[in-house]
């Protein structure tokens, strides 16, 4: 795939681009940490790389030929809000309830950066009943949900000791899930079940993307993440296949911005011909989106016209009984769509 170099509006900063199947990517040649490389993303273009897949990771190297450190991208850990429950059926949850918190004071701290698991604390560490956050691979006993009963919900107290992943695949195979507390009534119950014992419940934390992306799709270089404390901000290594680690937010660093290609336009097809002429027709996407037409070397720029009607546009001056190809493009903040094309004949 064709990158060019362009210049790029901080002073001194060399940008390129690589274009993916759904993200236009932007490597900017300017060393700043994550948070300013956020903003200058946001500013510019659309965000810090979100990265959904191998193909992803693929233009993400295309973006730069001669640089093999690293670059920030938009995957980033927060500790107060990247916090979902192991159960995430949305109909389980009433309004409030998915977001309902009993964090010990001072918690959570992500104490040595590789704290992602939530621990319900029954000892005198923190009041009867509250929560902290905790390594996911500490081995505790665990609380799964077992669904209602009579209209309340049904929990059950593991008799062994398991570390969080292990402990959500008991549960997943034996009863609903890992326990969710949707509220202090649920609160309450579930510090009666537990009595003396320290558990494992459902909530636990993963990093976040910097646009909300919802992407689940990973890419870690081996032994990464390892998350010592204050690394959470992520980078994609040029020199290791674009694999990532986590690092010191404060850190400087290149970075990859992107902006979203836009879809190809709907419904491209030839609606008359005559001996010297081809009308072309195709479904209009939003007012923000424009076209590009291109037909034997020569491109035509389209404006979408007004209404909600589909977009024709007649082409002249062409040979009778003669066969052209037509390509036509989506253009949205100077991006263009993958493109499609039809064949048509002249009468």
């Known amino acids: 795939m064709d990158f060019r170099l362009i ?9 390129s681009v690589a274009c993916a199947q759904s993200h236009q990517y932007y490597f900017v040649n300017t060393s700043l940490n994550w948070t300013e490389a956020q903003s200058v993303c946001r500013r510019d273009y659309t965000d810090l790389a979100t990265i959904e897949s191998s193909a992803d990771v693929d233009d993400f190297l295309r973006t730069t030929s001669n640089n093999t450190g690293k670059a920030w991208i938009g995957l980033y850990d927060d500790t107060i809000n990247s916090w979902k429950w192991s159960l995430n059926d949305s109909s389980f949850y ?19 950066g590789q704290q992602h698991c939530v621990r319900f604390y029954s000892s005198s560490y923190l009041s009867l009943g509250q929560w902290d956050d905790i390594g996911c691979t500490e081995t505790m006993q665990f609380v799964c949900y077992n669904g209602t009963v009579g209209g309340s919900p049904s929990y059950v107290l593991s008799n062994i000791s398991l570390n969080w992943t292990e402990a959500q695949k008991f ?10 507390v ?15 014992s ?10 976040l993307w910097s646009d909300g992306s919802t992407s689940l799709f990973r890419n870690w270089a081996d032994g990464e993440p390892n998350e010592p404390s204050g690394d959470q901000c992520v980078a994609g290594s040029f020199s290791d296949s674009g ?76 040979t009778p009984g003669t066969n052209y190809t037509f ?16 064949t048509a004949f002249t009468a």
């Not at 549960?171 to 326990?179: E, G, I, K, P, T």
């Not at 949707?182 to 003396?196: F, H, K, P, V, Y």
């Not at 290609?261 to 491209?268: D, K, L, M, Y």
């Not at 390509?327 to 991006?335: A, E, I, Q």
């Open 7 to 15: 210049l790029f509006g901080l002073t001194g900063a060399l940008l």
């Open 94 to 112: 009433s309004p409030g309830e998915y977001s309902f918190r009993d964090w010990g004071p001072g918690q959570p701290d992500n104490n040595f």
């Open 171 to 180: 549960c997943r195979a034996n009863y609903v899930d890992l326990a969710s």
């Open 182 to 196: 949707r509220n202090q009534t649920e609160n309450e119950i579930i510090r009666t079940l537990i009595g003396a």
């Open 198 to 207: 320290n558990v494992w419940i459902g909530l636990y934390r993963e990093k």
């Open 243 to 318: 694999r990532w680690s986590d690092e010191d937010c404060s850190l400087s660093l290149p970075f990859v911005c992107y902006k979203p290609i836009p879809p190809n336009a709907e419904g491209f097809t030839a609606s008359s011909q005559n001996e010297s002429s081809i009308t072309l027709q195709w479904n209009k996407i939003n007012i923000n989106t424009s076209f590009v037409l291109q037909f034997n070397g020569v491109e035509t720029f389209i404006n979408a016209p007004d209404g909600d009607g589909p977009v024709t546009h007649t082409v002249s001056s062409l």
């Open 327 to 342: 390509t036509l493009f989506s253009v949205l903040d100077n991006v263009r769509s993958s493109g499609v094309s039809i």
